[in-house]
């Protein structure tokens, strides 16, 4: 295999990427090799005698190339072979001689061997190796395989490819575009995805989670709706059927809102702790797009966390199993008065009264299903809800100064009643209370719930 170098290749290479050049700096080695790569050098550089200035660095000491690049204006480029001996006899390593020439030179240095790269070297078309290796790998093979190796002609044309660093590309603010097809850049950024993968599927994870749960509430928002419509027939089937209902969203309710407090929320802790840790040990002279992308990272998990806590709240308020129905009531409404202006009171006598948690989530959801519908359709500008126990009984009142309606009788002559109507009264007839409505338009509406302790 015969190792040459097309010179004319390189000085066209730099004179493409750096088209202001007016002076190339050859520094080769003096063995008997150099020599060789020293004539083929000067036979490429006729071509361009009148338009570039060459100044070889071969046979000196490795102190007089240091102060030649240093002295270097940017219309210069270095073309580096390899120098693993001086003037002198000094013996260089190729890495460390390359590393030293890269640290004193101000302009971009190109090499003719991949050896060269990472060491502070841009790149070239470059002797590869690897590539020398397996050609030289099937030559063995096939002699192995009986054909005579007199048989087989020299390769006169080396396996070569354009190899350059993506740390001196960025260094010389050279772009990828310029570069010759087919090049291999070494030293690219670690991408956000392959660097964080696990990370990443784990926020994918909750995003898929959230939109399963999302996607079961809808299926059973569907359903309910369905159920209501097929029961308006038969009033005694529809209470029933809405007592079970109710029982039934209230544990499906508390179990999707342990799922998000246990297992999404914890994970989104876990996550948001992982993702600081992650830009605290990041260098702070890193890549701008890695701070940004954990920046962006950190600000979508806050959301998340903060979506997840309010549909928490929405599910099931844990104010009301940790403190009671009244401060549970006071919480509740505190956000519709941030979000709709309307002025909501609550009355409430003794407040540290606790009673059964089946008794407090009945309550609770009938005030929520009374708030909704003040928000909805009541256009009142203030609502007040009385709790106060008396006589052995718990009185709920929820009541608001809006348009109110007409209360619509039924064929039997008693009043007729809505979905969410339905489902507060069902909710007080099961832990043993009574459910009662008035309204008139522009009287408002009242609701009146009480309840035997």
């Given at each position: 295999?015969?190792?040459e170098?097309d010179f004319?290749?390189?000085i066209?290479l730099?004179l493409?990427?750096?088209?202001k050049?007016k002076?190339?700096?050859?520094?080769n080695e003096?063995t008997?090799?150099g020599?060789?790569v020293?004539?083929a050098f000067?036979?490429a550089?006729?071509?361009?005698?009148q338009?570039?200035q060459?100044?070889l660095?071969?046979?000196?000491?490795?102190?007089?190339?240091l102060n030649q690049l240093?002295?270097?204006?940017?219309?210069?480029?270095?073309l580096?072979t390899?120098?693993?001996?001086?003037?002198s006899g000094?013996?260089?390593e190729?890495?460390d001689v390359?590393a030293l020439?890269?640290?004193?030179?101000p302009?971009p240095?190109?090499?003719?061997?991949d050896?060269?790269?990472g060491?502070g070297?841009l790149?070239?078309?470059?002797?590869?190796?690897y590539?020398q290796g397996?050609?030289?790998?099937?030559?063995?093979?096939?002699?192995?395989?009986g054909?005579?190796?007199?048989?087989?002609?020299?390769l006169?044309?080396?396996?070569?490819?354009?190899l350059?660093d993506y740390n001196?590309?960025?260094k010389f603010?050279?772009s990828?575009?310029r570069?010759p097809?087919n090049s291999?850049i070494?030293?690219?950024p670690?991408?956000?995805?392959?660097?964080?993968?696990?990370?990443?599927g784990?926020?994918?994870?909750v995003f898929?989670?959230?939109l399963?749960?999302?996607s079961?509430l809808l299926?059973n928002i569907?359903?309910r709706?369905?159920?209501?419509m097929e029961?308006?027939?038969s009033q005694e089937?529809?209470?029933?059927?809405?007592?079970r209902?109710a029982e039934t969203?209230?544990?499906?309710?508390?179990r999707l809102?342990r799922?998000l407090?246990?297992e999404?929320?914890?994970?989104?802790t876990?996550?948001?702790?992982?993702l600081n840790l992650f830009?605290s040990l990041?260098?702070?002279?890193?890549?701008d797009m890695?701070?940004?992308?954990?920046n962006d990272?950190?600000?979508?998990?806050?959301q998340?966390?903060?979506r997840?806590r309010?549909?928490?709240?929405?599910?099931r308020?844990p104010v009301?199993?940790d403190y009671?129905l009244?401060?549970?009531?006071?919480l509740?409404v505190?956000?519709?008065k941030?979000?709709t202006g309307?002025?909501?009171?609550?009355?409430?006598?003794e407040t540290?009264?606790?009673?059964?948690?089946h008794v407090?989530?009945?309550?609770f959801?009938?005030?929520?299903?009374?708030v909704?519908?003040?928000?909805?359709h009541?256009?009142?500008a203030?609502?007040?809800i009385?709790?106060?126990?008396t006589d052995?009984k718990l009185?709920?009142?929820v009541?608001?100064?809006g348009?109110?309606?007409d209360?619509?009788?039924?064929?039997?002559?008693?009043q007729?009643r809505?979905?969410g109507?339905?489902?507060?009264?069902?909710?007080?007839?099961?832990?043993?209370g009574?459910?009662?409505i008035?309204s008139q338009?522009g009287?408002?509406t009242?609701?009146?719930?009480?309840?035997p302790?």
């Amino acid at each position: 295999m015969n190792e040459e170098n097309d010179f004319a290749s390189y000085i066209k290479l730099i004179l493409q990427l750096h088209p202001k050049t007016k002076q190339i700096v050859f520094i080769n080695e003096w063995t008997t090799t150099g020599q060789g790569v020293h004539k083929a050098f000067l036979d490429a550089t006729i071509p361009f005698q009148q338009s570039i200035q060459f100044l070889l660095l071969e046979d000196v000491y490795i102190d007089e190339i240091l102060n030649q690049l240093q002295l270097l204006t940017p219309e210069s480029i270095v073309l580096y072979t390899a120098f693993s001996k001086d003037k002198s006899g000094r013996i260089f390593e190729y890495a460390d001689v390359a590393a030293l020439i890269a640290r004193n030179c101000p302009v971009p240095i190109y090499t003719t061997n991949d050896f060269n790269l990472g060491h502070g070297v841009l790149g070239g078309f470059t002797v590869n190796g690897y590539d020398q290796g397996e050609t030289a790998g099937k030559i063995a093979l096939r002699i192995l395989q009986g054909e005579s190796a007199g048989d087989i002609p020299v390769l006169m044309e080396t396996p070569k490819r354009y190899l350059f660093d993506y740390n001196q590309m960025q260094k010389f603010r050279i772009s990828p575009d310029r570069l010759p097809q087919n090049s291999v850049i070494i030293n690219l950024p670690e991408t956000l995805y392959f660097k964080y993968k696990k990370w990443i599927g784990a926020v994918a994870a909750v995003f898929v989670a959230l939109l399963l749960i999302i996607s079961i509430l809808l299926i059973n928002i569907k359903k309910r709706k369905q159920t209501e419509m097929e029961l308006k027939g038969s009033q005694e089937q529809l209470r029933a059927l809405a007592w079970r209902l109710a029982e039934t969203e209230d544990k499906e309710r508390k179990r999707l809102s342990r799922v998000l407090h246990d297992e999404i929320g914890q994970n989104l802790t876990i996550l948001g702790v992982n993702l600081n840790l992650f830009r605290s040990l990041v260098p702070k002279d890193s890549d701008d797009m890695i701070h940004s992308r954990i920046n962006d990272s950190l600000v979508v998990v806050k959301q998340t966390t903060e979506r997840t806590r309010n549909l928490m709240n929405e599910l099931r308020s844990p104010v009301l199993d940790d403190y009671g129905l009244v401060a549970a009531i006071e919480l509740y409404v505190k956000s519709f008065k941030e979000r709709t202006g309307i002025d909501f009171i609550v009355r409430a006598s003794e407040t540290d009264t606790r009673l059964p948690i089946h008794v407090e989530n009945a309550l609770f959801r009938i005030v929520q299903e009374s708030v909704t519908n003040v928000v909805k359709h009541s256009k009142a500008a203030q609502v007040v809800i009385n709790v106060r126990i008396t006589d052995g009984k718990l009185h709920l009142s929820v009541e608001d100064n809006g348009i109110g309606f007409d209360m619509p009788l039924s064929n039997s002559g008693k009043q007729k009643r809505g979905w969410g109507l339905v489902t507060m009264s069902e909710r007080a007839l099961g832990i043993g209370g009574t459910y009662n409505i008035k309204s008139q338009p522009g009287f408002g509406t009242h609701v009146i719930v009480e309840v035997p302790l």
